[in-house]
């Protein structure tokens, strides 16, 4: 079966610093993966999706991800932080193991200070 | 515009009188799926459909019906609703590639409350 963690459920950052967030996965075969954006009270939004091409995968906003299959990860990072990145970010896996329906992490709670 | 609609937003009601929360997409998704969010568990899937009249259940089912009679539509009913379904909800869908379920549009969210 497939899962997803994600460790840390809040991580501070500075403004202008880098941003890491961690997702580790578990899965038998290569997986479709997604990082989530959660602004406060909105509905989920993707940032960024690896469906087994370029394992450096960019999305918006200046975040990307990066598929490594010998760790099973897929960590967010942005070089720079700003005020607005602050909300909850969910990493998912999609996968055979899973009948391909998305399995998501417990999220992470982004804090950006001034 | 490419959206999913849910209905209503906040609702407010008594242990054991049914409601329905009502989900449409106007993007031709064969799958749609029912979400419940609460601090510190994330997300967790309720149920979920890969089309028309093919439901199934998610992680969470107990407590909680769904349909899907037509493509766009995918309410999500509560016969006797309880405390503990006190929660925010959220409705998704997606393209299907290759029988997998590719990246998800989610609805606004309906956040409920079961007094």
């Known amino acids: 079966a497939q899962s997803v963690t994600q460790l840390g459920s809040h991580v501070s950052v500075s403004e202008g610093a880098l941003v890491l967030l961690r997702c580790n996965y578990s899965s038998s075969v290569p997986p479709y993966l997604f990082w989530y954006v959660q602004y406060p009270n909105q509905g989920l939004q993707l940032l960024l999706k690896y469906t087994s091409a370029a394992t450096l995968v960019k999305g918006i906003n200046d975040f990307e991800a990066e598929f490594k299959k010998s760790e099973t990860s897929f960590h967010l990072t942005k070089p720079s932080a700003h005020m607005s990145d602050a909300a909850e970010y969910f990493c998912a896996v999609s996968a055979p193991g899973g009948s391909y329906i998305p399995t998501f992490g417990r999220g992470t709670s982004l804090i950006v200070h001034p | 515009e490419a959206q999913v609609t849910q209905n209503p937003r906040y609702l407010i009601t008594v242990t054991g009188k049914k409601l329905t929360v009502t989900c449409s997409q106007n993007m031709n998704h064969e799958y749609m799926s029912w979400y419940r969010q609460d601090p510190g568990l994330g997300l967790r899937q309720i149920y979920y459909?890969?089309?028309?009249?093919?439901?199934d259940k998610g992680d969470v089912p107990e407590g909680y019906k769904v349909s899907r009679k037509e493509k766009r539509n995918f309410p999500l009913i509560l016969e006797s609703p309880s405390p503990n379904q006190t929660s925010l909800y959220f409705c998704a869908s997606s393209l299907l590639t290759s029988g997998r379920v590719n990246e998800q549009y989610f609805g606004p969210g309906t956040r409920l409350t079961v007094t």
């Open positions: 459909s890969m089309n028309v009249e093919v439901t």
